[in-house]
Nanobody, 127 residues
Framework: QVQPVESGGGLVQPGGSLRLSCAASGRTFSSYVISWFRQVPEKEREFVAAIRWSGGATYYADSVKGRFTISRDNAKSTVYLQMNSLKPEDTAVYYC????????????????????WGQGTQVTVSS
């Protein structure tokens, strides 16, 4: 089984950029859908973006379209989330998750669709 491992969080000013990484541990991401979710205290975990490893198709939440880009590096078995034009409301713990159980994009935004989760990385957008 694969274990996602996140890195790259930190503190950034509004309007700034940050890149998160999600590396595969244990095995590669081949045949998986890998997604980013985020969560703030006392709120549900929120879907951000997804990428299908085979073929590279992507899917985004409306709140981040045009600002965030999800991509993958086959050689490093790593998924990236490039976050630009960051806003204070993007502040959250960001989690990487992986699953092999999706048909098309059905269920991609639902936490229960994912079998494997990383430990999370904090992103804080503040001046």
């Amino acid at each position: 089984q694969v274990q996602p491992v996140e890195s790259g969080g930190g503190l950034v000013q509004p309007g700034g950029s940050l890149r998160l990484s999600c590396a595969a541990s244990g095995r590669t991401f081949s045949s998986y859908v890998i997604s980013w979710f985020r969560q703030v205290p006392e709120k549900e975990r929120e879907f951000v973006a997804a990428i299908r490893w085979s073929g590279g198709a992507t899917y985004y939440a409306d709140s981040v379209k045009g600002r965030f880009t999800i991509s993958r590096d086959n050689a490093k078995s790593t998924v990236y989330l490039q976050m630009n034009s960051l806003k204070p409301e993007d502040t959250a713990v960001y989690y990487c998750a992986a699953t092999t159980g999706l048909w098309l994009w059905v269920g991609v935004t639902q936490q229960q669709s994912y079998n494997y989760w990383g430990q999370g990385t904090q992103v804080t957008v503040s001046s």
